[in-house]
């Protein structure tokens, strides 16, 4: 599975972005798309996540009610629509496919590249 990331870039404070993951496949195995962020010197952090076939979804409590993480299997895309971001929220954004929808990230096992989001002040 390939997944490319993009939609990130700079932003105020306040404002809003929309982030895509383009899977190259949808499979049964991998049935879920997450989304983790690792800002600069700080561990890597779940963010959000969606299965495949429900679109059921698991978003981290401290970005609840500033994101929304949507699919449209037609198009094998993941969206994470992110508003009223702040500075804290700057970080490069990777999303991955994985066996279930969880903040564990051993259980994702294909990466994209990331896309880098930063909020300015």
């Known amino acids: 599975v390939q997944l490319q990331a993009s939609g990130g870039g700079l932003v105020q404070a306040g404002g809003s972005l929309r982030l895509s993951c383009v899977a190259s496949?949808?499979?049964?195995?991998?049935?879920?798309i997450g989304w983790f962020r690792q800002a600069s010197g700080k561990e890597r952090e779940f963010v959000a996540a969606i299965t495949w076939g429900t679109g059921s979804t698991y978003i981290a409590d401290f970005m609840k009610g500033r994101i929304t993480i949507s699919r449209d299997v037609t198009k094998n895309t993941v969206y994470l629509q992110m508003s009223t971001l702040i500075p804290e929220d700057t970080a490069v954004y990777y999303c991955?496919?994985?066996?279930?929808?969880?903040?564990?990230?051993?259980?994702?096992?294909?990466w994209g590249q990331g896309t880098q989001v930063t909020v300015s002040s």
């Open positions: 496949e949808r499979t049964s195995i991998r049935s879920a």
């Open positions: 991955a496919a994985g066996k279930a929808r969880t903040e564990r990230a051993e259980f994702y096992d294909y």
